[in-house]
């Protein structure tokens, strides 16, 4: 098992920026892709960023020169830094790793961009 615990959301005007956490425990040997992915009121859950093991990034065309993800592996944290955020980023993030063939999931943290 591997619990996944996010933190950083919050109410911020647009232009403004957050940066997201989430800290991994448990059984992460293994891990193969890390990422976030968000959840827009009335919509599907969508990806925004990944990081593979070997340290490939991919994301969303919605997000690409305003957020940037990263990790620390030494503190097992994987985060996501959101500058010159839009009302249409508000959605609750939730934090996604995957080791092998298991998929976890954090409870989510809510982000709302207010115009």
């Known amino acids: 098992q591997v619990q996944l615990v996010e933190s950083g959301g919050g109410l911020v005007q647009a232009g403004g920026s957050l940066n997201l956490s989430c800290v991994a425990s448990?059984?992460?040997?293994?891990?193969?892709?890390m990422g976030w992915y968000r959840q827009p009121p009335g919509n599907q859950r969508e990806l925004v960023a990944a990081i593979s093991s070997g340290g490939t990034i991919t994301y969303a065309d919605s997000v690409k020169g305003r957020f940037t993800i990263s990790r620390d592996n030494a503190k097992n944290t994987l985060y996501l830094q959101m500058n010159s955020l839009k009302p249409e980023d508000t959605a609750v993030y939730y934090c996604n790793v995957q080791v092998v063939i298991l998929t976890y999931w954090g409870q989510g943290t809510q982000v709302t961009v207010s115009s």
């Open positions: 448990g059984r992460i040997f293994g891990i193969t892709r």
